[in-house]
């Protein structure tokens, strides 16, 4: 006898493995943010930067069944913003002078 898929035995367990890609970014950015009250502001903010760099990754080589929210418009789309937003913060942060 065969089993039932994940979805129909375990619906919440199945919905959070799905959401995985999501959730490892914004752990990542929480890190960041973590960084930042501790007043390593510039070091948060790469952090956070990547963590965009990082999605934008994801959203690239992962097929969209496994992407959950992480996927929001079409790929291409998705990619060069969540690219850009990471490169930009990135830059930014790194640009301004240290006091």
Do not use: C, N
């Amino acid at each position: 006898m065969t089993r039932p898929p994940l979805y129909v035995r375990r619906p919440f367990l199945a919905g959070l493995v799905r959401q995985l890609p999501l959730l490892a970014v914004l752990a990542v950015v929480g890190l960041g943010l973590f960084l930042v009250t501790l007043e390593r502001w510039r070091m948060g903010l790469v952090v956070m930067g990547l963590a965009l760099v990082a999605a934008a990754l994801l959203r690239l080589l992962l097929p969209v069944r496994r992407l959950g929210f992480l996927a929001v418009r079409s790929r291409p789309v998705d990619v060069v913003l969540l690219a850009g937003a990471g490169v930009a913060l990135t830059g930014i942060a790194l640009a301004i002078p240290a006091a």
